[in-house]
């Protein structure tokens, strides 16, 4: 490792590696003392750079021993354990977070994004300018970059990709949409490449750096969608995919030829891996054994009741909140409930989020904004979200909402009833349940496939919606409110929509905060959005598994992961 | 005609009558999975959502448009009205073409040429695995003669049928792989992938076989023609293994369409707790997603299995037992 420069303006360089280092040492403090304070893992986390720094100098430190006694040991197969079948191995079709972790290891983006921070920092593009409307990005192309079957990595092929995305349409899930807009694609010369957007386009910086947009060759390519997804992939990053056997394993295979990593990661050339074996294990129990009796090194996907387990025989866990919209109820507006603003500002109110956090992995937080902590522009509105009975009651009186016989309110003979149809995992909304009966609201909870929610909701037919979006760029906001986008609660124009459009063009990134804030203040007056708790991908890794970290969407980088003894 | 049965032979199986009655068979099993398609198609309808919405949907993340997504229903045909939908499923049905998954964009073809083989293997040696310990029970029970022991020999089927398979497996993991690792935990990698699955599977199928072959045994044994043979001065051990055993197993060649049955079952509980590949996996993933053409393609393989055992088990009544016939008419 490099000796650190004293000063806070050290080079590109420097500062990644430092940067790299003190996120892996937060992530380790973090686990040591899982029962920290929020607010006081928060502001390690804003002292990333002094932490890195004076883990650098101190000798004795923990964070020394880990990162910096240990010489990475180049070679070996590491084993990691999904829960779900990653179904589609293309990292610009997929969308599930097991499909990406894979998908991160084959493809390799024009850009890359620091996990503490959020600035977005060379990778496949050794530059960019992007116009002061933000709608023309010029992306100067790092030159002798080659895809795994031998084609250079130039301005034409970067055009292919993106053009092919668009192509994909609904199938790029989440490319598609990063897209969008998109007016046309020149290449000048061979390493550059000029996006034009029809209209300002800010989060598109940050979308260069997710695998979403990762890099194909064009023999990939011209493939279908479905051959791709089994695998027929061809990137330029450092493991090549070897084999795919649906519900059961993905080897991949380091490429030797490697040279040219993002400028986040620890080393440079190749990887030091030189396979990577992910085992498709549904059963959590499974995966916890199997880890803790040495037949797998890394489990994915820990739930918050085996914590414990691994706390106790202290093997590393690595916890990253998801950046982007937390947990949420978002409130269809056309309900004749929920289209009453006192309704929601109540059911606001009267969520106890600090009683949440106690039912949740000590991992995760209850949502203090409706962005989660780690995402850029965050700013905290915990002072908008507190737990107010009395307040909640009394906007529900107020509004001549009666409590009925059974304590549940009514108004001209409407029962203050709202159902809830959702899918995934939350044994936290039974408590939100007790907490909304308290003032008065029967919350009916109708935990279900994924298939009947989305049905449900298909039709329109329903009162609210509950999930979460990982996303590390707060555009979020933008994508999934605004009126003229995703309009999530089907409402007409408010002036909410000028601030997040003026968001989305913004450039300044001061301005750029101020925008965003004050829409998620707006956001939440209006009943908009009730923000619950923050995702938090939790993994475990035997002792021997070193630099493992999770990169800016959350999603797990291996190019800098060894295995020690 | 009046030519007594002769045990098994070959001239058996290409009689006139025999052949005959295979072909009205097949007509019957064609009937069968056309029924089996149809019901399929008819559930999966019934079923709220769409495929393509859920595909695009993985883990809740997307925020794809209507406009997108209407193109991609119209690529799978999901927009046309609900027969035409069917007959152009079934003309492809009936020209072997499965399509391709929803969910993963495989082909279905290959998806069940990947799954079948290890559920195959793994149904096979538990049905082996189980008939040995059923079958070994139940003659066990019958011939031991201490009370008290054949009394704990005839409860163990109740017991293995009422255990459940989740926790069976659950409980071999813990033991054989977290706590010794003799077994690995997961995978389809060699025989010693294949030890505990087939252990797990084996279990609740014993279990039954066990519970009517005892039954059956007890009848047979009690029948007058044994105390006959015992009279001539046979062992117990011989009259069992020689007379009895063969009478006794009519039963069970009766059950072997449910037990085939209970194994694909099984197969879906057992592949998910050992991690391994197979139609279980595939059906269960499929379903979720409502993937029409893999439930499809799962249901068609499923619902053959059936129909082949149920017709050998057919053919195989008049070389075991003389007063079964295949056409029904005395001989």
Redesign the interface.
């Known amino acids: 490792m490099t000796l650190l420069r004293a000063d806070a303006t050290g080079t590109q360089e420097a500062l990644s590696l430092s940067g790299y280092r003190s996120l892996f040492c937060s992530v380790r403090l973090r686990k040591v003392k899982p029962m920290l304070g929020d607010e006081i893992v928060r502001y390690l986390g804003k002292l990333t750079v002094v932490m890195g720094l004076v883990v650098g100098v101190i000798p004795g430190s923990a964070c020394l021993a880990d990162s910096v006694q240990l010489t990475p040991k180049d070679g070996g197969v590491l084993r990691v354990a999904q829960s779900s079948d990653p179904l589609c191995l293309d990292p610009q079709q997929a969308g599930n977070n097991d499909s990406l972790n894979i998908g991160r290891q084959i493809t390799d983006s024009l850009t890359d994004q620091r996990p503490d921070t959020g600035e977005i920092v060379p990778w496949l593009a050794s530059r960019w300018t992007v116009s002061q409307d933000s709608r023309v990005f010029t992306f100067y192309l790092r030159p002798g970059v080659t895809f795994s079957d031998g084609t250079p990595v130039d301005a034409a092929a970067v055009k292919t990709n993106f053009e092919g995305i668009l192509k994909l349409g609904a199938r790029a899930s989440l490319g598609s949409g990063y897209l969008a807009g998109l007016k046309e694609i020149q290449t000048p010369d061979r390493d550059t490449v000029v996006l034009t957007f029809s209209k300002p386009n800010v989060q598109f910086l940050q979308a260069s750096s997710t695998m979403s947009l990762g890099l194909l060759s064009p023999g990939t390519l011209a493939r279908d969608a479905g051959a791709r997804c089994q695998g027929q992939l061809v990137g330029s990053g450092p493991f090549t995919v070897t084999s795919f056997v649906h519900n059961q394993r993905v080897v991949l295979t380091r490429r030797e030829d490697y040279a040219w990593p993002s400028s986040l990661a620890g080393h440079q050339g190749k990887a030091y891996l030189s396979g990577i074996d992910y085992r498709i294990v549904p059963e959590s129990g499974v995966r916890t054994g199997s880890l803790l009796s040495g037949q797998i090194d890394v489990d994915t996907g820990v739930l918050a009741q085996d914590e414990r387990l691994f706390t106790a025989q202290a093997l590393p866990v690595i916890a990253r909140p998801n950046p982007g919209l937390v947990f949420s109820l978002f409130p269809n507006e056309t309900d004749p409930v929920l289209g009453h603003k006192e309704v929601r500002l109540a059911l606001n109110k009267a969520v106890n989020r600090q009683e949440i956090k106690n039912v949740i992995s000590h991992y995760q937080s209850s949502a203090s904004s409706a962005l989660a902590g780690t995402t850029p522009f965050y700013t905290d509105h915990a002072s908008e979200l507190g737990f107010d009975l009395a307040g909640s009651k009394k906007i529900l009186d107020d509004a001549g909402w009666r409590p009925g016989s059974d304590g549940i309110r009514e108004r001209d003979g409407q029962r203050l009833v709202i159902h809830l149809s959702y899918w995934q995992s939350a044994p936290y909304l039974e408590l939100l349940q007790e907490q909304l009966r308290a003032v008065g609201i029967d919350l009916v909870l109708n935990q279900t496939t994924i298939s009947q929610t989305s049905a449900l909701q298909n039709t329109g037919k329903y009162q609210v919606q509950f999930y979460n979006l990982t996303r590390s760029d707060p555009d979020i906001l933008r994508a999934v409110f605004a009126v003229d986008a995703h309009n999530v609660n089907n409402r007409k124009a408010e002036p909410v929509d000028a601030l997040l459009d003026a968001s989305s063009a913004e450039l300044d990134v001061e301005r750029r905060r101020n925008l965003i804030s004050q829409a998620v203040t707006l956001l939440i007056e209006e009943g908009h959005i009730i923000p619950l708790v923050e995702v938090t991908t939790v993994v475990a890794t035997a002792k021997t598994v070193h630099g493992l970290h999770h990169e800016a969407s959350s999603r797990l980088q291996f190019f800098d992961t060894w295995i020690g003894r | 005609m009046s030519r007594p049965s002769s045990g098994l032979s070959i001239r058996h199986l290409l009689r006139r009558d025999v052949l005959l009655y295979v072909a009205a068979r097949v007509g019957q099993s064609a009937l069968v999975l056309w029924a089996a398609f149809t019901l399929s198609f008819a559930i999966l309808y019934v079923?709220?959502?769409?495929?393509?919405?859920?595909m695009?949907?993985?883990?809740?993340?997307?925020?794809?448009?209507g406009a997108?997504?209407a193109?991609?229903k119209a690529e799978y045909n999901l927009d046309k009205p609900i027969t035409e939908q069917y007959f152009i499923a079934l003309w492809r049905v009936l020209h072997l073409d499965f399509g391709?998954s929803i969910?993963?964009?495989?082909?279905v073809a290959s998806?069940l040429a990947?799954?079948i083989p290890p559920t195959a293997n793994l149904a096979f040696c538990a049905l082996v695995v189980a008939l040995i310990m059923g079958v070994g029970l139940a003659v066990l029970g019958c011939l031991v003669q201490a009370p008290w022991l054949r009394t704990l020999l005839l409860a163990l089927p109740s017991l293995g049928a009422a255990l459940p398979t989740f926790w069976i497996g659950?409980l071999f993991?813990?033991v054989l792989?977290?706590?010794f690792?003799i077994f690995?935990?997961?995978?389809?990698d060699g025989w010693r992938s294949l030890v505990m699955p087939v252990a797990t599977l084996a279990i609740p199928t014993s279990a039954r076989i066990a519970q009517v072959m005892s039954r059956s045994l007890a009848l047979v044994w009690s029948q007058p023609f044994t105390e006959a043979i015992r009279a001539k001065g046979v062992s117990r051990t011989h009259l069992m293994l020689v007379h009895t055993l063969p009478n006794a197993a009519i039963p069970l060649l009766t059950m072997a369409g449910l037990i085939v049955g209970g194994l694909l079952a099984g197969s879906v509980v057992t592949?998910?707790?050992?991690?391994?590949?197979?139609i279980g996996?595939?059906a269960q993933?499929a379903v979720?997603?409502?993937d029409i053409p893999m439930v499809q393609g799962v249901v068609l393989v499923v619902a053959a299995s059936f129909v082949v055992v149920n017709l050998i088990v057919d053919l195989l009544y008049p070389l075991l037992d003389p007063r079964i016939t295949l056409s029904g008419k005395r001989r």
């Not at chain 2, 709220?48 to 919405?53: C, Q, R």
């Not at chain 2, 969910?103 to 082909?107: A, I």
């Not at chain 2, 690995?184 to 389809?188: F, I, L, Q, T, V």
């Open positions: 079923l709220p959502g769409d495929p393509v919405s859920i695009v949907n993985q883990d809740g993340q997307s925020l794809v448009d997108e997504l193109k991609l391709r969910q993963s964009g495989q082909t998806a990947n799954a659950l993991l813990q792989s977290f706590h690792t690995p935990a997961m995978g389809n592949e998910t707790v050992f991690s391994r590949d197979g996996r595939l993933g979720s997603a409502k």
